[in-house]
């Protein structure tokens, strides 16, 4: 989160809303450079929604599926 330093509970509470959506995925929703940006946008929503409006965008390092 840029800006303003945001508390480490809110910082817990996005990640734990992200990992629980992420859980909610199937593969073929996310296959291709589309299925990544529509995901990404959901995510993005989500800890947007979260925050309160603090997160804008976020950088997404590694992605596994099993």
């Known amino acids: ?38 995901l990404k946008a959901d995510l993005e929503e989500r800890a947007k929604i979260r925050s309160g409006g603090h997160v804008k965008q976020f950088l997404i390092r590694t992605l596994l599926f099993e």
């Open 1 to 38: 989160v840029r800006g303003e330093p945001q508390s480490p509970d809110l910082i817990e509470s996005i990640h734990q809303d992200l990992l629980a959506y992420l859980r909610t995925v199937k593969l073929h929703q996310v296959e291709g450079a589309s299925g990544f940006q529509h």
